[in-house]
């Protein structure tokens, strides 16, 4: 189930096929993803991939830039990658988390210092996923 407000699934969700149309989605998911939306962040983001790669307009044209999306894109990896470390300390599945966790920080590539943690910590919550 999403949390994201009706009005912004509306338009980041719907299946846009004018170019103005993908513009004005694409605008949107933006203005959610700058003011810290969480949830769906990776939905979102993904969605702003699509229509700018369907649309036939520049990324200035939507007041963006490939570094912000590269943010962007960064900060979704961060995010989960905190959900992951989370459930690790509460010790649920430790070993399948740090796998995740692990993966997240390669997709996103960043370091464990920048999530708050280090291997040795790691190592002790789930020795199975080497980092």
């Known amino acids: 189930m999403s949390l994201l407000p009706a009005t912004l699934k509306k338009t980041v969700f719907a299946n846009v096929s004018s170019v103005k149309g993908q513009k004005r989605s694409v605008r ?3 203005r959610y993803l700058r003011v810290g939306g969480a949830d769906p962040y ?3 983001l993904q969605r702003i991939v699509q229509n700018i790669a369907r649309g036939r307009f520049s990324l200035e044209s939507v007041s963006t830039s490939k570094d912000e999306l590269e ?3 960064v900060e979704n990896h ?5 959900i992951y470390l989370l ?6 599945s430790s070993d399948l988390f740090g796998f995740y966790l692990k993966d997240e ?3 996103g590539g960043f370091s464990l210092a920048e999530i708050n943690t280090n291997r040795e910590e790691l190592f002790v919550l789930c020795p199975h996923a080497t980092f």
Not at 78 to 82: C, I
Not at 87 to 92: A, D
């Open 71 to 73: 943010r962007f894109r």
């Open 78 to 82: 961060k995010t989960l990658a905190r």
């Open 105 to 107: 920080v390669r997709k």
């Open 42 to 44: 990776h939905e979102v």
């Open 87 to 92: 459930k690790i300390r509460r010790g649920e």
């Open 28 to 30: 949107k998911g933006l």
